[in-house]
């Protein structure tokens, strides 16, 4: 095995664990940082983002509902619509060749084929 292949569990050295464990696991925050952190967010305007938001909704409602009620109109008007142009007659058994049991039925060989591998 080569010094490559070699894995170590150990990221850190013996110094840096001391290091690390000699670090405190939770630190309160000062108040210098806690006014700070209250005057910014009352400076952006988070407390009337409750009342934006919900107008956006409902705003943002009313639109998924008109265009699913124009969808359903164009949808509806769509499927009414004849399918063929007004002046052109109507097809009847008369000017349309019928399919007959009686007829010889073509099968066609296929002259060749090829083999994909």
């Not at 409750?50 to 009313?62: D, E, M, Q, Y």
Request: hydrophobic share 45%; glycine share 4%.
């Amino acid at each position: 095995m080569t010094a490559n292949d070699e894995y170590s569990d150990d990221e850190w050295s013996p110094d840096e664990d001391a290091l690390m464990a000699s670090l405190p696991r939770e630190r309160v925050p000062s108040a210098e940082l806690k006014a700070r952190t209250l005057e910014a967010v009352r400076h952006v305007g988070a407390t009337t983002v409750g009342r934006r938001s919900s107008r956006n909704t409902f705003i943002l409602a009313a639109a998924a509902c008109l265009i699913f009620i124009a969808g359903a109109v164009v949808g509806f008007a769509a499927a009414r619509r004849s399918a063929r142009p007004p002046n052109e007659p109507p097809v009847t058994a008369s000017n349309r060749a019928v399919a007959r049991s009686d007829t010889p039925i073509l099968i066609l060989q296929p002259e060749g084929h090829v083999v994909w591998y």
